[in-house]
């Protein structure tokens, strides 16, 4: 599969919402447990932190977005934080193992650092054991395991925390 990576359009909610809520919808793979409309999608890009990053990965061959990949600001409370960022990857599921991940991965860190970004979080479900090592294959080492971190549909779910240094 040939990708190309650029930021996202505003046109883009309706691919980002096609990639995402079949995710949320497996229930094995994000502690996102209910599915996003287009309009929420359009929101979300529209009013997306100016110096983060949203970027997609889009199929050259079908024009089709077939993954994303963000950072935003770990926190707006306070300055002392600004150059740490959290990472979120969504791959659709048919296009997964052909590249799509590496590919954001190169370009997101690429862009994050040019953003002032030195230093990139990213929690994962500790039982998807594919995303944890999808990060460690891009550098990321392993912070710690929140315990019982989300509770989706009465069951308890450990939350791993990644890290990385640009």
């Known amino acids: 599969m040939n990708i190309t990576i650029r930021n996202v359009l505003p046109s883009d ?3 980002i919402t096609d990639v995402i809520n079949p995710i949320i919808q497996d229930g094995k793979s994000t502690l996102l447990d209910t599915p996003f409309s287009a309009s929420d999608q359009s929101f979300f890009i529209q009013y997306f932190p100016v110096n983060g990053v ?12 077939v993954g994303y990949q963000t950072v935003e600001p770990f926190a707006s409370y306070t300055r002392a934080l600004d150059h740490v960022g959290i990472l979120t990857t969504y791959v659709e599921q048919a296009s997964r193992q052909q ?7 190169a370009s997101t860190f690429e862009t994050a650092k040019a953003r002032g970004f030195e230093k990139l979080i ?14 460690l294959k891009q550098g990321f080492d392993i912070a710690g395991t929140a315990k019982k971190h989300a509770k989706i549909n009465g069951e308890y779910i450990d939350e791993m925390m990644l890290e990385k240094f640009l």
């Open 122 to 135: 990213a929690n994962i479900r500790a039982d998807n054991q594919a995303a944890i090592d999808a990060y």
């Open 99 to 105: 590249g799509v991940a590496s590919a954001l991965f």
């Open 13 to 15: 909610a309706n691919a």
């Open 54 to 65: 949203f970027l997609v990965a889009q199929n050259t061959d079908t024009a089709k977005v």
